[in-house]
C-alpha cells in the first residue's frame, strides 16, 4: 500500500506506447531491474503488438528495441490495457501521449490538442491512490502543468473522499525517431523542472542508474516546458536555414555540401543539422513550431512569431520546388510515365511516415497524371495508403508499393531518393540504368548518389543544392 510520502519509487506507469513511451520505458526498465514498468494505452491493438511473441511485429521499428524488450519483457517490463490498475498501484506515471496540432476550433492548425493529456490527468486523478509523482513526457505548451495540476486539486476535492496528492515534474524527451535507443543510453542531457525537490530527486535517482550526475538538469516547471519546444524550433531552423541556401546553391553552380561543411568546421556554428534535404518530416518539427507561434501570438509577440513561421514557409516551398524540378526536367509532362520513390519514411532508421515529405511530393507527382512504384525497407502498403489520403489515390492503379528496388525501377522514367536509408549509398547503377526506361532520369535529394558515375553510365541527374547538376 502507498504511503502518503513517497520515499522510494517501486512502480511506474506509463500512460502512452508510442514512439516514446514504448522505448523510453524499455530502457529505463533495462537500467533499473528494481523497477516495475507498466507501459498502458487506450489502443488494445497496439499493447497486443508490444507483447507479440515474435519481435519482428513490435508496433514501431527501432534499432536495438527488438533486443531491449526481449530482455525485460514480462520481467520488470510489461505492456498492458489495464490502466485503472496499472495507474492505481503506480508511485510515478508518465504521461507520454500523442499532442497533434488542433484540427478545428480556436487555434486550429497552430494549438496543440490536449485532449489526450487531459483526459491522462483525469485517469490519474481517478485511480490514483496516496502520493503520486506526475511527469510530464509529452512534449507540451509552456503552462501546461498549470493545467494537470487544475485537473489533479479538483479530483483531490471532489473525488472519492480517499486522500491523495500529486507532484507534478516535466522531464521532455529529446530522442530522435531511428537512433532512439542510443539517444536514451547517451542522452545529451536529461531535463526535470519541478517545484517539489524530493519529487525531482526520486525521478533524478532514476536516470543517475546510467546518466551522469553533470548531464542531469534540473530547473523550474516552466523552463523545462518550453525548452523542449525550442530546443526543436532550433533544429528545424537550422534545416530551412542549409535548405534555403540549396536553392541558392543551385542558381549559382555553388554547392551546398561544400557551404555546408565550410560554414559547419566554426565551432560557433557547428557540424550538425546542416544537411539539405526534400524538408524535415517527423511528428514534432512542424507541430512544435506552430505550438510556438501560436503561444507567441497568443503572448502578443507577432513578429517573434513570423520569425518562426517562415521555418515552416521554407519547408514547405521546398518541398513543392522539388516536386516542380522533377516535372520541368521531365519535359513538362507526367502522364504515363513511371516515376520510382526510394524511401517513404520521413528518415532513415524509421517505419515512421508522419509529415514525411514523401506524402506531399507524391501527392503533387500523382496530380500531374503519372504512376508512382514506391519502395521503403520498412513501410508497409497499408501505410502508404493512408498517408497519400485522398480517395483517388488509394486505388492502387495510381501507385504500388514494391517490395523489392528492382521491381520499382523496372521501365520507370526516373527515380527519386527521398529518404536517406544506408542500403540506397550503394546502389549498381549500372544494372539500374539497364532495367529503365530511356532517358532515364535520377533526382537526389539525400545526395546520395555518386552524379560521376551515374553520368557515366548514361544517366541524367538532378541533385539538390548542386549548381553542377540542376
Ligand atoms: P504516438 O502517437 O506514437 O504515441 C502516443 C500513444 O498515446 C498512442 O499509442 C495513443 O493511443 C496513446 N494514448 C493517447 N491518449 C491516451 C490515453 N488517454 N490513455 C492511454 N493511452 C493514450 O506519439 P509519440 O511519437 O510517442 O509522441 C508522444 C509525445 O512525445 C508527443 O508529445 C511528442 O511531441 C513527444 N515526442 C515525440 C518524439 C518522437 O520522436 N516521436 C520525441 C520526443 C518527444
Ligand atoms: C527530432 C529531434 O531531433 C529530437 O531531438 C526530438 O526529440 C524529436 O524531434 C521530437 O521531439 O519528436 P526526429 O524528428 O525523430 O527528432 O528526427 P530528426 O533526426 O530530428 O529529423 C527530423 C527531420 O529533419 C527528418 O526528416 C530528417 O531527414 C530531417 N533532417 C535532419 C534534415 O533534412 N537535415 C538534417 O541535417 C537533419
Redesign the pocket.
Known amino acids: 500500500m502507498k504511503t502518503q510520502k513517497i520515499t522510494q519509487i517501486f512502480n511506474i506507469c506509463c500512460?502512452?506506447?508510442?514512439?516514446?513511451?514504448g522505448p523510453t520505458m524499455a530502457v529505463l526498465a533495462d537500467y533499473n531491474p528494481e523497477l516495475r514498468i507498466t507501459v498502458?494505452?487506450?489502443?488494445k491493438e497496439?499493447i497486443d503488438l508490444w507483447n507479440s511473441e515474435d519481435l519482428n511485429d513490435l508496433p514501431i521499428y527501432e534499432p536495438g528495441l527488438k533486443e531491449i524488450v526481449l530482455k525485460n519483457r514480462n520481467i520488470n517490463l510489461f505492456f498492458s490495457s489495464n490502466?485503472p490498475s496499472s495507474i492505481e498501484k503506480a508511485d510515478m506515471v508518465f504521461i507520454?501521449?500523442?499532442?497533434p496540432t488542433k484540427k478545428k476550433g480556436f487555434g486550429a492548425g497552430f494549438a496543440s490538442d490536449l485532449k489526450?493529456v487531459e483526459?491522462?490527468a483525469r485517469?490519474v486523478a481517478k485511480f490514483s491512490k496516496g502520493h503520486t509523482i506526475v511527469v510530464e513526457?509529452?512534449?507540451?505548451p509552456v503552462k501546461t502543468a498549470q493545467t494537470i495540476k487544475s485537473i489533479l486539486e479538483a479530483y483531490k476535492v471532489k473525488g472519492d473522499g480517499e486522500k491523495k496528492s500529486f507532484d507534478i515534474l516535466s522531464n521532455?524527451?529529446?530522442?530522435?525517431?531511428g537512433t532512439?535507443i542510443n539517444d536514451l543510453k547517451k542522452p545529451d542531457r536529461v531535463l526535470i523542472g519541478g517545484e517539489n525537490e524530493d519529487a525531482i530527486n526520486l525521478l533524478k535517482k532514476i536516470y543517475l542508474n546510467w546518466v551522469d550526475e553533470n548531464k542531469i538538469l534540473t530547473t523550474d516547471l516552466w523552463s523545462s516546458e518550453l525548452s523542449k519546444l525550442i530546443s526543436n524550433a532550433f533544429l528545424a531552423q537550422r534545416i530551412s536555414s542549409i535548405n534555403s541556401i540549396s536553392a541558392l546553391c543551385e542558381v549559382t553552380q555553388a554547392n551546398v555540401h561544400n557551404v555546408s561543411k565550410a560554414i559547419g568546421m566554426d565551432h560557433r556554428i557547428g557540424s550538425e543539422f546542416l544537411n539539405p534535404g526534400p524538408g524535415f518530416g517527423?511528428?514534432?518539427f512542424k507541430?512544435?513550431i506552430s505550438n510556438l507561434i501560436y503561444i507567441c501570438n497568443h503572448y502578443g509577440l507577432h513578429e517573434v512569431a513570423s520569425y518562426w513561421e517562415k521555418v515552416i514557409v521554407i519547408n514547405n516551398w521546398q518541398q513543392k520546388r522539388i516536386s516542380r524540378v522533377i516535372v520541368e526536367k521531365l519535359f513538362g509532362n507526367l502522364s504515363e510515365k513511371k516515376i520510382a520513390i526510394l524511401g517513404f519514411a520521413f528518415k532513415s532508421n524509421t517505419n515512421?511516415t508522419r509529415e514525411s515529405p514523401a506524402i506531399s511530393i507524391c501527392r503533387d507527382l500523382l496530380e500531374e497524371g503519372c504512376y508512382l512504384s514506391i519502395y521503403d525497407p520498412k513501410v508497409n502498403t497499408k501505410q502508404i495508403k493512408s498517408e497519400l489520403n485522398n480517395e483517388q489515390y488509394k486505388k492502387d492503379i495510381f501507385w504500388e508499393n514494391c517490395s523489392n528496388l528492382e521491381d520499382a525501377l523496372f521501365n520507370a522514367d526516373a527515380m527519386v531518393v527521398l529518404t536517406d536509408w544506408c542500403e540506397f549509398n550503394n546502389l549498381d547503377l549500372k544494372k539500374i540504368f539497364e532495367i529503365m526506361r530511356y532517358p532515364s532520369w535520377i533526382f537526389d535529394t539525400r545526395n546520395i548518389i555518386d552524379p560521376y558515375l551515374a553520368e557515366s553510365f548514361g544517366f541524367n541527374i538532378w541533385k539538390l543544392g548542386n549548381g553542377f547538376y540542376n
Not at 498502458?40 to 489502443?43: A, G, N, T
Not at 513526457?137 to 507540451?140: A, D, E, H, I, V
Request: glycine content about 10%.
Open positions: 500512460i502512452g506506447a508510442g514512439y516514446v513511451g498502458v494505452d487506450i489502443s497496439k490502466i507520454s501521449v500523442n499532442t489526450y483526459s491522462s485517469q513526457k509529452s512534449t507540451l521532455p524527451e529529446f530522442l530522435a525517431e532512439a517527423g511528428s514534432c507541430k512544435d515512421d
